[in-house]
């Protein structure tokens, strides 16, 4: 075999060995998906869904939109009307619907809490994951959401 033909093995095998490690999952996304997986066990309905344009969220470059994580629990025996707050200084400020909530505290241990949502028979939280990664809140956000559904209740 000639020189080329070692230089030819040699460069399939670096192109090789660089497509393989560049499938290895980050850290970053290994913790997301343990996280989802833990609140799903929870009973959460965990999404990653397109932001509503009335949360105002930006994505990472500061363009407005983009995706954020929507953390929601199903209510049973639950009907109640629309609901959807922003959280301005740590407080719910209430857009649509009953403003019974108006002015709530969000608590402090909860980090990275953009809104609230409420509808017939689910409560949500669109929130930050990158401010939790390893899920530390998600009973208080469960205890959270069901406390102010509670609130609303007829």
Not at 5 to 22: D, E, K, P, Q
Not at 60 to 77: E, I, R, T
Request: aromatic share 8%; no cysteine; net charge neutral.
């Amino acid at each position: 075999m000639t020189n080329v033909g070692y230089w030819v093995i040699g460069l399939v095998a670096v192109f090789m060995l660089g497509t393989f490690m560049s499938a290895r999952i980050s850290p970053r996304e290994k913790a997301l998906g343990n996280m989802r997986e833990r609140a799903k066990k929870m009973g959460f309905i965990p999404r990653l869904i397109p932001a509503p344009l009335w949360i105002e969220h930006t994505t990472y470059s500061g363009k407005p939109g983009g995706m954020v994580a929507y953390y929601s629990v199903v209510l049973s025996d639950a009907t109640h009307a629309l609901v959807q707050a922003l959280v301005v200084d740590g407080r719910l400020n209430v857009l649509k619907g009953e403003p019974t909530l108006q002015g709530e505290p969000i608590s402090s241990n909860l980090k990275g809490i953009q809104a609230l949502e409420i509808q017939s028979n689910s409560a949500g939280f669109y929130w930050d994951e990158e401010a939790d990664l390893s899920g530390e809140q998600l009973e208080s956000m469960k205890t959270a959401l069901i406390s102010f559904a509670d609130r609303m209740k007829p």
